[in-house]
């Protein structure tokens, strides 16, 4: 008799996907297609994987253009961003018709392959022909008329700041004693208008001042007026003097001078204004070493930062690619929360991609404490993460990461605690089916890609564990 051998794939099968999934070994899928995009990877069947964040964003496969890379030490993080930064750095802005510009805020030093203690993203920066400002020393002039920021805008970042300082809101009076002081400032110093200066005319801002302020705009509420009777009877009423008193005004005036002098002085003296930060943020790699500024600089720093980008209307100052390597312990600043996830919102339909990475969603238990405004804003800085690369990720994390983002198929999770470095999950949108993705990395990318940070800390709170316990057996 002859032995009759049946493939199993011969075999008939009704019924739903989820019954034969343990027969599938390789089950299928693959990225959405795109018209052009960076060329980044293959899918484990040979497919070719390109981005096109701002593609997806238009097809409303996306809710914006920010991404996250997740995944536990050593599985090619760094490397795979400085990859992306490589591509992007490649391409030109259709619009500006300049070459794509690449942004990184440096906040980690890290040991090269050579051994050598640089800011992590440092060689990135030089290899693509840029300079890495080191800003401790460099007095930043954020106020400065290049960067294109109107009244308003400049109001609303100075006040940002000082409500920081003060660790609370400003009263009316403050608020338009600031809004005087930037009108005077604006309108007899021109192309000289710097923090510095701002606070030097608070401290010295008159009643008389606040009176040509009021005067200023009752002459344009006036000729709103299109009656000429009444234009005439209501410009009698507003000629008559003003009713606030003095001392509330100039009082007003002189909290918000000592505001900005603390904001002078303190925070590592960065926001001195000796040095133009249109120079350094208009430059085709914009790199910014932050690793000698202090825990309370940083998120002050980056909060102006952002701001500019956001508030500079035409001019060419936004960043097309922004890497932000994170680290858990700055979402604890309700400052750089905030502003993280106001800057993930305000960047959709500007052109600016943003791609974050961190280690694993359980730091977010770190931030705060439960319900704290400050987990809240680094939840909610995930959940507007439209694109993540999970990369190795032992199992104790998996009901989180589909807590955070999406359901993802058993398959798959059971492929994550053995991935090897430059392997991830990728999902995308809610609707697009995840896929698994490996991205290809040169000797040079891996060489600059190259950082020991997660293993610094891991030996570093071993030393500390030690040395703890040496101190209680004394």
Known sequence: MKLIRRRVFDISHVGMHSHVAALNPTPRSGPPPTNGGIPFGRTYDGGAVT????????????????????????????????????HESALMNPVTQRRRRVSVDDTRINTDSEGRQVPEYQELVESLGGRHADLSGYKINILDYRLGL??????????????????????PAERTALTVGIGVMRTEATEATSAPLLQQILARLTYEDYEQYNVTHRDVVLNMIQNDEQRMAMKSRLDRGLNASVASFTNAAHSVAYLLNTLLTGYDGIFGAEHQLYDVLTQPVVGLNLTKLSATTIPMVEM????????????????????????????????????????????????????????????????????????EKALTGLKETDIVFVGRMP???????????????????????????GHFLVLIGEAWPPFMMQVDLTSMQMRIGHTDHARDIMLGGKRNASQNEDREEE
């Open 51 to 86: 981005l096109n964040q701002l593609e997806q964003h238009a097809i409303n496969l996306v809710g914006g253009t920010s991404g996250l890379i997740i995944a536990f030490r050593g599985s090619g993080k760094t490397a795979t961003l400085k990859k992306m930064a490589f």
């Open 304 to 375: 102006a930062l952002w701001a500019i980008r956001t508030g500079a209307g035409e001019l060419d100052i936004a960043a097309d690619f922004e890497i932000h390597d994170e680290n858990w312990s700055r979402w604890s600043s309700l400052v750089y929360g905030t502003n993280m996830v106001r800057h993930l919102k305000h960047i959709r339909g500007r052109g600016t991609r943003i791609f974050r990475a961190m280690h694993r969603l359980s730091d977010i238990d770190q931030v705060g404490q439960a319900g704290s405004q400050e987990r």
């Open 395 to 421: 199992r104790v994390e998996h009901e989180r990461l589909q807590e955070v983002f999406r359901e993802i198929p058993r398959y798959y999770l059971n492929l994550l605690p053995t991935l090897s470095p």
């Open 150 to 171: 109107n009244p308003e805008q400049q109001h609303d970042l100075l006040l940002a700041l000082c409500q920081v300082i003060k660790a609370g809101d400003l009263s």
